[in-house]
């Protein structure tokens, strides 16, 4: 399984655009209305992939896929490569509807990117949203 995940991310890892302009390590900030409705973690930047570390020591690796957006603005779209099985056990159908969970993130200036967080076949759907910040 482990060889397949590898695989499986290596495939996403090489496919995706090189988006060095926003690498660097960033403090999350739920906005006001999410502030209960995620952990707390750091996230690093780091080319084309993305390492998020949780206050407990958990890590999940990611990459990140650039688009052009509106107005010829970047937005980046964060998929872990591996699911994290959500706390809150849903059903395999609801489940399947949803899609996977992935971060929207633009970038508002130098140090500061805005994100949301939604689902891959429910973009209409937001989990949650903030800003990274970067560290100094």
């Known amino acids: 399984m482990k060889k ?8 996403f890892l090489l496919g995706f655009k090189s988006v060095t302009g926003i690498s660097g390590k960033y403090d999350v900030v ?3 209305n999410f502030k209960n409705h995620g952990s707390k973690y750091v996230i690093i930047i780091n ?6 570390e949780f206050s407990d020591g958990e890590k999940v690796v990611g990459g990140i896929e650039a688009v052009e957006g509106r107005n010829s603005k ?5 998929n872990d490569f591996l699911f994290v099985q959500q706390k809150v056990t849903l059903d395999s159908l ?6 996977k969970v992935i971060m929207e993130v633009e970038e508002i200036n130098a140090d500061t990117l805005s994100f949301r967080t939604t ?4 973009l209409n759907v937001t989990i949650n949203t903030g800003k990274f910040i970067r560290q100094k």
């Open 119 to 122: 689902y891959d076949r429910q």
């Open 47 to 52: 080319e084309n992939k993305y390492t998020k």
């Open 94 to 99: 609801k489940l399947n509807t949803l899609g």
């Open 74 to 78: 970047k937005i980046y779209y964060l």
């Open 30 to 32: 739920l906005d006001f």
């Open 4 to 11: 397949y995940c590898f695989i499986l991310g290596m495939f």
